[in-house]
């Protein structure tokens, strides 16, 4: 397209740093594990003097997280690159090549191509964990070479608090998310972008301290955290609640971003109509984050307080535990719309490009986006049906069912866009086809968990544990590689293996359901949560689950070995592969360090989801005006 | 075929003929589940499963309309390949009658939910609670990791295995000693959660008679996570005839 020919020139004397890889690049990240490491040691072990106590205990290992963190900041770049000025020193250079894709910066690019691997690593991590769960229910016993039952509540811990704030809480909205806003917006970066640097930098520690929580005596309560249990089985208990609160505001970081440059950041012409579906979904998602994060935060926070400082807010003989799940999940149950709603936009997003068609009932898909947004904040209490008083239940009730119609919109949009369409079925699309028909049976089986009376028996069964791996593996995880597939030519300039990347969407879908679908059957059966021993008429179906899970879980290595090898020998990938209107497709791919040349701005002058064959190009290039 | 000339409507009708075939497999299979359903012993578990059977028929329909409709259509619209990139002529933003149709199923399959099962069945649970006269009495204690079980009104105190007439309503009175829990007798199709510093109440019905060794729904299942203990935290359950129920009382009693 002419468009990219105007830009390429120009970007070509933009002076940006080509210098190769070197080893030496990795000199931030060597640095920040030492401080934090030396950082948290140094502070565990003073605590631990000071109180007389041993550096395993919750106290010493608060101070330490807090101090290590801190310092682990320090290191990857954040003194120099921010705070030095601060106290009147100089501000480090901009990094503009490789290097700056290990250190603390304010590229947003670079920071969601962080997020991605972090998501990955973090994916797999906790996809062991997974194996481990069903490895120890291939047996109804206590399978005494595996796991005790007290490693067994680790790591179904573990598994759940990493996949959810470790993996698809950032998945969509980081990785694909960050480094998409400014490009669909039609800006050169987000609104805060050392604040958005800062939020990666967040997580590595975060995520460590908890995949470490077991050193210090781990946690028994799943990833709920609920008192008093949490305060007397185990100090990890303090890196699961500093960990989850530090996760969260890493995502709040990213929220206030996404909101701000929403609002401020938009090119010219970009009208709230013309907004790309993509961005509304990570809007939506941010305000869940910005409005109800605090409640939760406190919480937590509390929680921590009763375990080191010996207050009793949920606990002791004064202690109302029920408090703490009112808190807990005022933002919990929300932030399952966090990971979703994005993963929504995703497929209205990709499907009009793939269909050539327009998104279907835009406004409806909007109103759906914001509208499920805002009922969520008002129904967490729809996770505890079994602890409130029957004067609570009808309205929970009623407001959860409500949810399901803006969800609703979304399928309406997506259909109303295929239909009529020619739909070319990539892998990329392939999944999110899949992910519409695994999230309609997550979403659908919710309502059962809305219904009162059927709550009341499927509650912590099986049932829920196949309803959320529905909507969460089958709906986000689906969409995320759908997403990390059709966007891969944007950051690699390459094209990823087609043939590879559908059988995997078929393996994935085939072995999902075979893993999760008798989870439903097994929660029927009366099959509780949380446990490693179950009784023997439940062998056989736990067994088929297993199996189907190691192939499930195998199978992952699929699309990593597919992203890994096309990014250094996949196929070269035009500026614009899938013919997409899209703003982010209208520049170089792989997307230069500056998007669009000094002096040249885009200028939105049309929908981008326009494909009728008169149609005119959705955008222009002018000149930046003068100030 | 040629994209300009797509005529919508004989696809529409070909996903009918799709919608039928599927709602027809569909719940005949889910007839045949709900045919297998696990024993249901008390009259709350009636009430509780029926919410959950009659959600699976309409799940199981929703499912079809909508997943069929993704499904035939992403089938029957698909282009023969990637490298087709001919724009359809249907280029419509909107089709009102299909909006409005969505809309008004949407809020009116949701409206309906709230009433039936949901309210309703809520009434029918709350309506056994309150008329109640003159429940049995069974105070149940939590503890890391078992149950203890008293009956106040007979004098049994202290028993590890929950011994029941049929056909009586029983108010179960519900304490922990220590973390939360949650009592739950699968059979009996209803659970609640037994919180620290508070009393809860389970009412529940017996109406089949059994053991846990004869079938393993009828157990007490503590369904909390309450630490190392938590799966094996439950206890054996016996509903016996009332007759025998007065027997077990009087061998059991102080
Ligand atoms: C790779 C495939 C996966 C398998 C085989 C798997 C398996 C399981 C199993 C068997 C449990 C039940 C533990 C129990 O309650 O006893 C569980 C719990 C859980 N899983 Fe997964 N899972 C997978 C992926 C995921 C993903 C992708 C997510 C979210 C994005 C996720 C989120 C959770 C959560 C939140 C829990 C609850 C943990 C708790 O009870 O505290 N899982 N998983
Ligand atoms: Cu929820
Ligand atoms: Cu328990």
């Not at chain 1, 947004?373 to 004067?391: N, R």
């Not at chain 1, 990014?567 to 997307?591: C, D, F, H, M, V």
């Not at chain 2, 009708?13 to 075939?21: A, C, H, N, P, T």
């Not at chain 2, 569909?26 to 589940?33: D, N, V």
Request: hydrophobic share 50%.
């Amino acid at each position: 397209m002419a468009t990219n020919e105007i830009q390429e020139n120009a970007l070509n004397n933009m002076g940006v740093d080509k210098t190769p890889f070197a080893a030496s690049m990795l000199f931030p990240l060597f640095r920040a594990t030492l401080w934090g490491l030396t950082g948290y040691f140094a502070a565990a072990w003073i605590t631990a003097l000071l109180f007389h106590t041993v550096i395993v205990n919750p106290l010493p290992a608060t101070v330490g997280y807090v101090v290590g963190l801190i310092c682990w900041l320090m290191g990857s770049g954040v003194w120099e690159g921010w705070i030095r000025r601060a106290f009147g020193g100089k501000e480090a250079p901009t990094y503009t090549g490789i290097e700056r894709y290990f250190r603390f910066g304010p590229d947003s690019k670079s920071t969601a191509v962080r997020y991605v691997v972090l998501n990955i690593v973090t994916f797999f991590l906790a996809g062991m964990a997974a194996m481990a769960i069903r490895i120890e229910l291939l047996t109804p016993d206590s399978t005494s070479w595996w796991l005790s039952e007290i490693q067994y509540n680790q790591t179904f811990g573990i598994h759940g608090l990493m996949m959810l704030l470790g993996v698809v809480a950032s998945a969509i909205v980081g990785g694909v998310g960050y480094y998409l806003i400014p490009l669909m917006l039609g800006t050169r970066n987000v609104v805060f972008p050392k604040l958005l640097g800062l939020s990666w930098w967040l997580l590595p520690p975060a995520t460590f301290a908890v995949f470490m929580s077991p050193t210090i005596g781990g946690f028994q309560t799943g990833w709920w955290g609920y008192p008093p249990l949490a305060q007397n089985s185990g100090s990890g208990i303090v890196w699961y609640v500093l960990g989850a609160a530090t996760i969260l505001f890493a995502s709040l970081l990213g929220a206030i971003n996404i909101a701000g440059t929403m609002v401020y950041m938009r090119a010219k012409g970009m009208s709230l109509g013309r907004v790309p579906i993509f961005v509304w979904g990570l809007f939506a998602a941010a305000t869940i984050l910005v409005v109800e994060s605090p409640a939760t935060y406190t919480g937590a926070l509390m929680d921590l307080s009763d375990m080191i400082a010996g207050s009793h807010f949920y606990t002791g003989p004064t202690g109302h535990p029920l408090a703490y799940l009112d808190q807990f999940w005022f933002l919990f149950h929300p932030e399952v719309y966090v990971f979703i709603l994005p993963a929504f936009a995703i497929w209205l997003e990709i499907l009009p490009a793939a269909a050539k068609r327009p998104l279907f009932a835009r406004g409806w898909a909007i109103a759906g986006l914001v509208g499920v947004s805002m009922l969520g904040a008002m129904l967490g209490v729809h996770h505890y049906f079994t602890a409130v008083s029957d004067a609570r239940m009808p309205i929970f009730m009623t407001i959860t069912e409500t949810v399901s119609i803006p969800t609703g919109f979304i399928y309406l949009s997506a259909i109303g866009t295929i239909w009529g369409g020619r739909l070319r079925i990539n892998a990329a699309v392939l999944l999110v086809l899949m992910a519409m028909m695994n999230f309609l049976i997550g979403g659908l089986t919710g309502i059962f968990n809305a219904d009162v009376p059927a709550d009341l028996q499927l509650h912590n069964t099986y049932w829920v544990i196949a309803h959320f791996h529905y909507t969460m593996l089958g709906g986000v995880i689906f969409s995320w590689i759908a997403a990390l597939y059709w966007w891969f030519p944007k950051v690699t300039g390459r094209k990823i293996n087609e043939f590879w990347g559908k059988f995997h969407a078929w393996w994935f879908f085939v072995f999902f359901n075979c893993t999760f679908f008798p989870m439903f059957i097994a929660g029927i059966e009366g099959m509780n949560r949380r446990i490693a021993i179950y009784l023997p008429y439940l062998h056989d179906i736990n067994l088929f689950m297993s199996i189907s899970s190691f192939f499930l879980g195998a199978g992952f290595l699929i699309p990593l070995a597919n992203l890994l090898y096309s990014w250094r020998y996949g196929p070269k990938a035009e500026a614009n592969p899938w013919g997409s209107n899209g703003l982010e497709w209208q520049i170089k791919s792989p997307t230069p360090y500056v998007p669009y040349p000094a002096g040249t701005e885009p200028e939105v002058v049309g929908p981008n989801d326009n494909y009728a064959a008169e149609a005119k190009e959705p955008v222009i290039w002018v000149p930046t005006p003068s100030k | 075929m040629n994209a300009a000339k797509e005529n919508l409507w004989k696809a529409f009708r070909g996903l009918v003929v799709f919608w039928i075939i599927g709602l027809a497999i569909g719940e005949t299979l889910m007839a045949w589940g709900i045919g297998n359903w696990p024993i249901l012993g008390s009259i709350q578990a009636h009430i509780t499963a029926d919410a959950t059977t009659y959600l699976l028929w309409q799940a199981v329909a929703i499912y079809v309309l909508v997943g069929g409709a993704v499904v035939y259509s992403a089938f029957r619209f698909r282009a023969s390949s990637m490298s087709d990139t001919a724009a359809p002529a249907y280029q419509a933003r909107t089709w009102a009658p299909f909006v409005v149709t969505w809309l008004v199923l949407a809020i009116g399959i949701n409206l309906a939910n709230t009433i039936y099962p949901g309210m309703v069945g809520l009434e029918q649970l709350w309506g056994i609670q309150l008329d109640t006269k003159n429940p049995l009495v069974i105070d149940v204690t939590a503890q890391q990791w078992k149950w203890t079980f008293s009956y106040p009104k007979q004098g049994v105190t202290d028993v590890s295995q929950l011994v029941v007439p049929e056909g009586r309503t029983i108010d179960f009175v519900l304490r922990t000693k220590d973390v939360m829990h949650d009592f739950w007798v699968p059979a009996w199709g209803e659970k609640k959660d037994v919180i620290p510093n508070e009393v809860r109440h389970l009412f529940i019905t017996p109406t089949m008679l059994g053991t846990t060794a004869t079938n393993p729904m009828l157990r007490v299942q503590c369904s909390l996570i309450c630490g190392n203990g938590h799966p094996l935290m439950r206890a054996p359950v016996k509903v016996v005839t009332p007759a025998d129920f007065k027997a077990w009382v009087a061998n059991n009693s102080f």
